[in-house]
């Protein structure tokens, strides 16, 4: 595969991770303080649409071979949702149109491809398996978050359950990507 495309996705993982740090941190300011940190969490969520379709490019293209149904379907998915995502994201900040429910669920989605792709890397051996599995844990995290908020919005607790462990294992997950990436991008 195209060193190119290793780089660049590894440095979208890292993107990827820094932004899910940020976005939860201003969340939990915004709750406490108010603005400008709302701003600057959705900036983030739009930061993470973007990046996770190069990463689920880059996944798709890694499981390809192995699996060319499952990972295109899992890219398709992933990334669709994720470009409807940051799309949503981007009208909040600059429109200050609310899309709130659908941004939820397409983080689901996204999750449901990091279940596909970590499965994948799992069965293959293709990553380490303790990254296969953070990936698996990381997309159980966004699965949760958007069962809860399905279930009773923001109060419910799979609603927080799922975003502990998605702050948690995602960007542990895209950090350790990126950085297998950037190594694999490397000339030998």
Do not use: C
């Not at 379709?53 to 192995?66: E, G, N, P, V």
């Not at 792709?117 to 990553?127: E, M, P, T, V």
Request: charged share 5%.
């Amino acid at each position: 595969m195209n060193t190119n495309l290793f780089r660049l996705a590894g440095w979208s993982a890292i993107l990827s991770a820094i932004a899910t740090i940020v976005g939860a941190v201003t969340l939990v300011i915004f709750f406490s303080v108010g603005e400008p940190y709302g701003t600057i969490n959705d900036v983030s969520s739009v930061i993470i649409g973007l990046t996770a379709i190069l990463i689920l490019f880059t996944l798709y293209q890694t499981h390809r071979t192995s699996a060319p149904t499952t990972s295109l379907i899992a890219f398709v998915i992933g990334a669709v949702a994720m470009l409807i995502g940051a799309t949503l994201q981007a009208l909040l900040v600059i429109a200050d149109m609310v899309f709130g429910n659908i941004v939820t669920l397409v983080f689901g989605v996204y999750g449901v491809s990091l279940l596909t792709f970590g499965w994948l890397a799992a069965s293959s051996g293709i990553f380490p398996r303790g990254l296969a599995w953070t990936g698996i844990v990381a997309g159980l995290g966004y699965v949760l978050v958007t069962t809860g908020f399905i279930l009773g919005e923001q109060n419910h607790p799979l609603t927080y359950i799922g975003g502990a462990i998605s702050v948690i294992a995602y960007p542990i997950w895209a950090f350790w990507l990126g950085r297998i990436w950037l190594m694999t991008a490397k000339p030998f």
